[in-house]
C-alpha cells in the first residue's frame, strides 16, 4: 500500500463521490479511479463500487476506512516525530477535552506547553468521551482528557490517571423535588444525562442499584453539557454532573446542587490515548504539563 492509495481511497470514502475525491486531492477523476483501483488489486477486495446514487464502499471498504485513516494518521506522526526530534520547535497536536477538564487543567497545561514550544499548533476540541474515542481509534486524535471510569475504558485504550472527580445532582431552585435528599425520591424524576441509547442506560445503572434501583424510567440523554446545563436551569428536570461544574457553571444557569444521602460514584480525570500508540514529543510534553496542571487538583 502507498500513501498516495490511502489518500485517493480516504478522500473517496469521505466525499462519497470520484469528483469530490479529484477535486480534493488536486488531480483528475480517471487518476483517482486508477489509484483506488490499484489498491483493490493490492489488497484482493473490491472496496467502492458505484451506482446511479454515486459511489459508496463496499462492506471489504467499510472494513478498511478507519484502518485507512488511522494509517495515514500514524504516517502523519511519524514525519512529526522526525521533524520534532531534528528541529524541536514545530508540529501539531490534537487533543479533545471534556467540559470539566477544559475548566479545570486545561487553563494552566496549555499556557505552561505554549511557554515551552510557542511554534506547536494545537487543534483543541470540547467533546463527549463517545466523540473522543471514535476520534482516537480513526488517528484524528492524538490523545483526550475526560473524567472516566478507567475500568471501563475498551482495552484498546490505556488511561494516565490524574485526579478524582465527584458527581453531583443538580436541578433548578424552583424544582417541585428541591427538597428532596435521597435518589430514592428523586428516582421517580425526570433526568437528563450523558450518553446515547441503550449503552447509555446501562453506564447510569451502577449510580441507582445500590438502593436496588433501576435507572429512571424517564431519561433524555445528550451529549453537550451546555445543553443539559440549560434545561435543567428552566425545566424541572434533574441532572447529574461533575464537580467541578459545579463551582463554575450552576449559579450561570439557575442550577443549584443536592446533596443527596447516597454516595454517589466516583470518577477519574485521565489522559487518554490508544493502547501501545508511540505519542510524539510534543505530545507527549503537552501530557507533562497536564499532570504538572492537575497536581494542585489531586491536592485537593
Not at 49 to 73: M, W
Not at 248 to 254: A, I, N, T
Request: hydrophobic letters at 50%; a positive charge.
Amino acid at each position: 500500500m502507498k500513501t498516495n492509495q490511502l489518500l485517493a481511497f480516504v478522500a473517496v470514502a469521505e466525499h462519497a463521490s470520484i469528483r469530490g475525491a479529484a477535486r480534493v486531492l488536486g488531480i483528475s477523476q480517471p487518476a483517482v479511479t486508477k489509484i483506488v483501483r490499484e489498491l483493490e488489486r493490492a489488497l484482493g477486495a473490491p472496496l467502492v463500487e458505484r451506482s446511479v446514487k454515486g459511489v459508496r464502499l463496499t462492506p471489504y471498504g467499510e472494513a478498511f476506512a478507519p484502518r485507512a485513516r488511522l494509517l495515514l494518521a500514524d504516517m502523519r506522526r511519524a514525519r512529526e516525530e522526525i521533524e520534532q526530534l531534528r528541529d524541536g520547535v514545530t508540529g501539531r497536536i490534537a487533543l479533545a477535552v471534556s467540559t470539566s477538564a477544559a475548566l479545570t487543567v486545561l487553563p494552566a497545561a496549555f499556557r505552561a506547553f505554549h511557554a515551552r514550544l510557542p511554534a506547536v499548533d494545537v487543534h483543541i476540541s470540547e467533546a463527549v468521551l463517545p466523540w473522543m474515542l471514535t476520534r482516537m481509534r480513526d488517528g484524528t486524535l492524538d490523545l483526550a482528557v475526560a473524567h472516566v471510569a478507567p475500568q471501563g475504558l475498551d482495552p484498546e485504550f490505556e488511561a494516565l490517571p490524574l485526579f478524582p472527580v465527584r458527581l453531583a445532582v443538580g436541578m433548578r431552585a424552583g424544582h417541585p423535588l428541591r427538597h428532596c435528599r435521597s435518589l430514592i425520591e428523586l428516582h421517580g424524576a425526570e433526568w437528563i444525562l450523558p450518553g446515547e441509547g441503550e449503552m447509555a442506560r446501562e453506564s447510569v445503572a451502577p449510580i441507582f442499584s445500590p438502593m436496588g434501583l433501576t435507572p429512571p424510567a424517564r431519561i433524555i440523554f445528550g451529549n453537550s453539557v451546555t445543553v443539559a446545563l440549560g434545561l435543567v436551569g428552566e425545566m424541572d428536570l434533574v441532572g447529574l454532573f461533575v464537580e467541578p461544574l459545579v463551582d463554575v457553571s450552576f449559579r450561570r444557569y439557575g442550577v443549584r446542587r443536592i446533596e443527596v444521602r447516597e454516595t454517589l460514584p466516583t470518577l477519574t480525570m485521565c489522559v487518554i490515548k490508544r493502547r501501545g500508540q508511540q505519542l510524539t514529543p510534543a505530545a507527549q510534553q503537552f501530557v507533562e504539563c497536564i499532570q504538572s496542571a492537575a497536581v494542585p487538583h489531586a491536592a485537593g
